[in-house]
């Protein structure tokens, strides 16, 4: 059974950095993309970033380009977002969800990804 598991969540000071993870089990990742996608109190669910099956590609929201990076190490089954200069607005609990299986340029519409995880909570506040 395809399942995500994600980690790394927690309480981090403004300016300060998180690194979550998001492990793959009952499936090979090499063959899916994999997007991060944030909810935070009263908002709609919105796409953080997602990175192509084999990484060739990969896209940011406007509102964390140049502070998260998206990775990953198919060896480990797992993708990873470097969150850095966190404030505030970044307070949300952070999923990762699955799509394909495709070698297609990856793209952050929630509606296209079938697998997701339970989420982990990330919280920006001094």
């Excluded at 790394?8 to 089990?25: D, F």
């Excluded at 940011?60 to 990076?69: C, E, N, P, S």
């Amino acid at each position: 059974q395809l399942q995500l598991v994600e980690s790394g969540g927690g309480l981090v000071q403004p300016g300060g950095s998180l690194r979550l993870s998001c492990a793959a089990s009952g499936f090979i990742l090499d063959y899916y993309a994999i997007g991060w996608f944030r909810q935070a109190p009263g908002k709609e669910r919105e796409g953080v970033s997602c990175i192509s099956s084999r990484g060739a590609s990969t896209n940011y929201a406007d509102a964390v380009k140049g502070r998260f990076t998206i990775s990953r190490d198919n060896s480990k089954n797992t993708v990873y977002l470097q969150m850095n200069s966190l404030n505030s607005e970044d307070t949300a609990i952070y999923y990762c969800a699955a799509l394909g299986p495709t070698q297609a340029p990856c793209v952050m519409r929630g509606t296209w990804y079938g697998s997701w995880g339970q989420g982990t909570q990330v919280t920006v506040s001094s």
